[in-house]
């Protein structure tokens, strides 16, 4: 799996950062997402496909494979 957030579609909602905290987190100065681990292990990648379907802007994208 591969993972990609952009950040000019994100709105800082931060439930990406909810829903896989290892994975995502939020810049300090105005809460546009930041991508911690583009290849995530298997054991996120659940968390990380609810993230995705989850985010308002559809700013996280998921590459199977």
Do not use: N, Y
């Not at 957030?5 to 546009?32: K, N």
């Not at 292990?41 to 308002?56: D, F, L, M, T």
């Amino acid at each position: 799996m591969k993972v990609a957030a952009d950040q000019e579609r994100c709105v800082g909602s931060g439930q990406c950062l909810l829903t896989a905290p290892e994975v995502f987190d939020q810049r300090d100065s105005d809460a546009i997402v930041e991508l911690l681990d583009a290849e995530p292990p298997e054991s996120e990648h659940a968390a990380v496909r609810h993230a995705a379907a989850g985010c308002p802007a559809a700013a996280i994208t998921v590459h199977e494979g």
